[in-house]
């Protein structure tokens, strides 16, 4: 009798590539334990408000079952251009706009539009570990840009970033504010980057999934506050997942110049076929009807944030900078290099879980990511636990 084939190795050389998640790993090794404050995912512990998943359900109701237009229907593409308005305070084209099956499309979308195979994407680190497997996947190279770290921010220097460029660089993909560090670039920054993609002719994306939960104001600084988009080469990536805690729904969008539309309608085409009409229903409710939901939320991110580093600083035990955006807090506890093994010990021993800093890239290593869209309740005592651990350990 013949051996058994090893079929492992009839995988693709994609497929074979494609990492592991460090932040699936702990999440998978601590999700069942008892009590345990989980802080490792980006997402939050609240349902989707009810006036979307009523929306949603009306649709379903309604028949909205079947195929439908694969660039997002028409009122909600719509939509998505009236709140940019409303956001940038000029018009938008609904033409501007496509609907996806959440961030992670529209970011895979964006890579396979301007990169060719062996083409490099230069992606600021530390960064969300879907980014740059994005690109690899495509058959792309991911050129890592070293943050710099200091106690009053993480910053990006222009200087090293052109000195990645190459003849074989294609793009930059820029996540502002930024998952896991919480940098959000400003105006100054923004223009910077920009100037350098036009002397060199590359792509921008700009996933600015995370522009609402900005710490100085309404929203972060944008591309659209320095571009002009008639003739910028920009992608941008966003989602309904953060803003309406709708991460379970899966859908985003894309924007891109309309000249690409028929290239990216064929892409939904062969990929999803599609998000499914009913939901969008329920997006539509959330952008046109969702901004208090935003601002309660970032509230409460903002009164977590203040719970935490209260408390963590005052161990003496930890360093971080305070993020200017996001939800998160990204800190590196003294005398544990190791955050793997350390996040593993904390689900352990203080009943928190947390993602550790080498699933985020070269300059994560010695960090841990904390999610703070969580209750007042359960980050105040997921704050205690830490300081506790972090006294006695």
């Known amino acids: 009798m013949s051996a058994s084939p090893d079929f492992l190795l009839e995988l693709s050389r994609a497929a074979r590539g494609a990492p592991e998640s460090g932040i699936v790993e702990v999440v998978n090794y601590g999700r069942l334990k008892e009590g345990l404050i989980p802080l490792w995912v980006g997402e939050g512990d609240l349902p989707t408000p009810a006036f979307i998943s009523e929306a949603a359900t009306r649709g379903l109701a309604a028949g909205e079952t079947f195929y439908t237009w694969q660039r997002g229907i028409p009122e909600l593409r719509q939509a998505i251009a009236d709140y940019h308005g409303r956001l940038f305070a000029r018009p938008f084209s609904a033409e501007r706009f496509f609907v996806t099956i959440g961030g992670m499309h529209a970011v895979h979308i964006a890579v396979g539009l301007v990169v060719e195979p062996g083409q490099e994407v230069i992606v600021p680190s530390p960064t969300w570990p879907n980014v740059p497997a994005a690109v690899e996947l495509a058959g792309g190279r991911a050129r890592i840009l070293h943050m710099d770290y200091a106690a009053t921010g993480w910053t990006l220097d222009i200087d090293r970033l052109e000195a990645l460029i190459g003849p074989a660089t294609r793009a930059i993909l820029l996540n502002s504010p930024a998952n896991p560090t919480g940098w959000a670039a400003d105006e100054a920054t923004l223009k910077a980057v920009l100037a350098v993609a036009r002397k060199h002719g590359l792509w921008i994306i700009a996933d600015e999934v995370y522009g609402r939960f900005s710490f100085t104001g309404e929203r972060a600084a944008s591309f659209h506050d320095v571009a002009d988009e008639a003739n910028d080469r920009i992608l941008y990536v966003n989602t309904f997942s953060k803003n309406w805690a709708m991460t379970g729904w899966r859908i985003g969008w894309l924007e891109a110049p309309p000249a690409f539309g028929p290239a990216i309608e064929n892409l939904v085409q062969y990929t999803t076929s ?88 070269p300059g994560g290593e010695r960090f841990l990511r904390l999610c703070l869209a969580r209750s007042e309740s359960h980050i105040a005592t997921a704050a205690d636990r830490l300081q506790d651990w972090l006294r006695k350990a």
């Open 274 to 361: 599609g998000v499914p009409g009913f939901l969008q229903r329920g997006a539509l409710a959330a952008i046109e009807r969702g901004e208090d939901f935003i601002a309660f939320q970032k509230a409460r991110v903002g009164r977590a944030l203040d719970v935490m580093t209260s408390a963590l600083a005052a161990t003496n035990r930890v360093s971080f900078a305070k993020p200017d955006g996001a939800f998160y807090l990204f800190l590196a506890i003294d005398g544990f290099d190791d955050t793997r093994r350390l996040a593993l010990r904390l689900i352990d021993e203080a009943g928190v879980g947390v993602a550790p800093g080498t699933a985020f890239g």
